[in-house]
């Protein structure tokens, strides 16, 4: 069950410089279970010390953000890309 | 043989005169027809006039007044082109025309309201003349860009093409707020200012950027620092304001305020090669906490307006930001409300991604209360935390 995780330029340095990564995985959380194995920087960026998703972060799960769907428990699938998008503040 | 003023004391024989003091009695009621020319017109009219000059009137009146039957004052500027016009009207099926006596310059004599038409010089309608052609646009959509008000946050990557462009544009008013100076490392980037200006307050070196593109635009230079304190002051007397700040703590009052003073707000930021762009519309759509409640503490921070980022890139997304800008005064197409919109550089790809009202949102939540505004601590780092 491939997943195709995007990385943006502003966390590439956390996952070797790559601009995406693939996971087998059944959830989002599974999917950051495996980053928190491969890349764990990336993987702290991502989930507090609760476990919660952090506030200036989103997951897209192909198209649609996360928090529509169900949370971190959102079902992926063999193909489905996620993309993470986090807040970027440059002018 | 009949001279002139044999003719205009028969006409008014057939036609029904009636002084400023009856006429105004119609305010609201009749049609007040002005048939002076353009450029007569153009000193003021009796407010809500139909302007139709006497020479076009018989070509034109039934296109614009089709209601045979609708009282109808006409006037002119001394009260004899008008009672020429009344006949014809008459001729032409018009039931219940009058002419009012003195024309306009009674009226405004007599103390009464009147209305002074925005109307393009020559020179801008040479300027503006590729606007003018676009009926999505037209004259009307060009004095409203002229006078209308936007608020750039930053004269720096995304808001010197922004500025630039709206000033093009001819947005009548362009208010600008930064407390940096030039610097030469800006100017890989920031198009609004040049090698001359450095040292130079930035809203300086754009308001002279501005000036010699277009004397149209006001600018208004605000060279200082946006805090809880000035926001509510400075963003009150704009329409649009377009957020392209270079740190987390500005974009949250930015957002904070507009939610709070319901004023649309363009927000883009970019870095390296990726840039973000959505349009907030508080009531309309999601604001920027529901997108990202809380900015990343310091140790988290991507970005500041040291980190790296490809010259060209603030170019595109501070131009979409004006694109926006632009539907948004003039009311065209479909914003990006609600529309989180990626663009990648080097893959030379857009991505669109849903952003949706979150119920729960601190400042547009379903039981959000203004308490005053959160500042968060200013902080500037190079790369992200490892």
């Given at each position: 069950m491939a997943i195709t995780i995007r990385i943006p330029t502003a966390l590439r340095k956390l996952a070797g410089g790559l601009d995406k990564v693939s996971a087998d995985a059944g959830t989002v959380r599974e999917v950051i279970a495996a980053l928190g194995v491969s890349h764990p920087a990336l993987a702290a960026q991502l989930l507090d010390e609760a476990g919660n998703l952090r506030s200036f972060v989103n997951l897209y799960a192909n198209e649609d953000s996360i928090k529509e769907l169900n949370?971190?428990?959102?079902p992926l699938k063999s193909g489905d890309d996620l993309s993470i998008v986090p807040a970027i503040a440059g002018g | 043989m009949s001279d002139f003023k044999t003719l205009i004391a028969k006409v008014k024989s057939t036609i029904t005169e009636v002084s400023v003091e009856a006429a105004k009695a119609e305010l609201g009621g009749s049609i007040f027809l002005d048939v002076r020319e353009p450029s007569e017109t153009a000193d003021g009219h009796v407010k809500g006039a139909l302007l139709i000059p006497r020479g076009l009137l018989e070509l034109r009146v039934e296109d614009r007044i089709t209601d045979k039957a609708r009282p109808i004052v006409a006037y002119c500027a001394g009260g004899n082109r008008s009672a020429f016009a009344a006949a014809s009207l008459r001729e032409l099926g018009y039931t219940n025309v009058t002419s009012m006596i003195g024309g306009f310059a009674a009226w405004k004599q007599a103390g009464l309201d009147f209305a002074v038409p925005v109307t393009l010089t020559a020179e801008q309608s040479v300027r503006y003349s590729r606007h003018l052609l676009m009926p999505e646009v037209g004259e009307a959509g060009q004095i409203k860009l002229m006078q209308s008000k936007v608020l750039l946050l930053g004269a720096g990557g995304l808001g010197s093409p922004s500025a630039y462009y709206l000033a093009a544009a001819g947005v009548g008013t362009l208010g600008i707020i930064d407390s940096d100076v030039v610097d030469r490392s800006n100017l890989q980037r920031q198009i609004?200012?040049?090698?001359?200006?450095?040292?130079?307050?930035k809203v300086e070196s754009a308001a002279k950027t501005i000036a010699e593109l277009n004397p149209d635009v006001k600018v208004k230079a605000y060279n200082t620092r946006l805090t809880a304190e000035n926001v509510l002051e400075i963003f009150s007397d704009y329409d649009v304001i377009v957020d392209g700040g270079d740190n987390f703590p500005t974009r949250y009052l930015v957002n904070d305020a507009c939610v709070h003073l319901g004023k649309p707000n363009v927000t883009g930021s970019v870095f390296r090669f990726e840039g973000q762009i959505t349009v907030i519309q508080p009531g309309v759509g999601p604001c920027y906490r529901c997108l990202y409640p809380e900015p990343p503490p310091p140790e988290f921070a991507?970005?500041?307006?040291e980190a790296g980022v490809l010259g060209v890139l603030p170019g595109t997304m501070g131009l979409l930001q004006a694109t926006e800008v632009i539907k948004l005064l003039l009311g065209?197409?479909?914003?990006?409300?609600?529309r989180l919109m990626l663009y990648d550089a080097l893959e030379q790809k857009f991505r669109e991604l849903k952003i949706r009202r979150d119920?729960?949102?601190?400042?547009?939540?379903?039981h959000a209360t203004f308490t005053g505004f959160t500042e968060y601590e200013q902080f500037c780092r190079l790369e992200p935390a490892t």
């Open positions: 949370g971190l428990d959102t | 609004i200012h040049n090698e001359s200006r450095i040292g130079m307050p991507p970005s500041c307006q065209l197409g479909s914003p990006l409300v609600g119920p729960g949102c601190k400042m547009c939540g379903d």
